[in-house]
């Protein structure tokens, strides 16, 4: 889950900031901004939806649904699934390997153990 302070930077620093919306598996600090959406889930890397977005391709964004849509057609989507393929992991050895083969979502936290519900105490 790479940090998007660099992205959001170069947006702004070339004068898209009012036209341009990062939508990411990322995460963001405190120093970032402009128009982002961070920590999509089931994230690209898996063969989420972000994924198969690409170049060109129409999205709404409604923050008061909380909903983002790529405007395709089902039978396009379908076609880029088929076709998607994960690209090779950043690390082959190491610890990095390890967390990366170990690691969930990181709509469950990016942990690499099971999450465990929590009681709820009244």
């Known amino acids: 889950m790479?940090?998007?302070?660099?992205?959001?930077?170069?947006?702004?620093?070339?004068?898209?900031?009012d036209k341009v919306a990062l939508i990411t598996?990322?995460?963001?600090?405190?120093?970032?901004?402009?128009?982002?959406?961070?920590?999509?889930?089931?994230?690209?890397a898996l063969g989420g939806p972000i994924g198969l977005v690409r170049s060109g391709d129409r999205i709404t964004i409604d923050a008061v649904k909380r909903e983002i849509r790529v405007e395709l057609p089902v039978?396009?989507?379908r076609r880029r699934r088929a076709a998607w393929r994960p690209s090779r992991p950043y690390a082959q050895t190491g610890v990095l390997a390890k967390y990366a083969?170990?690691?969930?979502?990181?709509?469950?936290?990016?942990?690499?153990?099971?999450?465990?519900?929590?009681r709820r105490t009244f």
């Open 2 to 17: 790479r940090e998007m302070l660099s992205p959001t930077s170069a947006i702004t620093g070339r004068g898209l900031g």
């Open 25 to 44: 598996d990322g995460r963001f600090s405190g120093g970032s901004h402009g128009f982002v959406v961070g920590h999509i889930a089931p994230e690209a």
């Open 75 to 77: 039978a396009e989507l």
């Open 101 to 118: 083969t170990l690691v969930g979502s990181a709509s469950y936290g990016a942990v690499t153990e099971p999450i465990q519900p929590r």
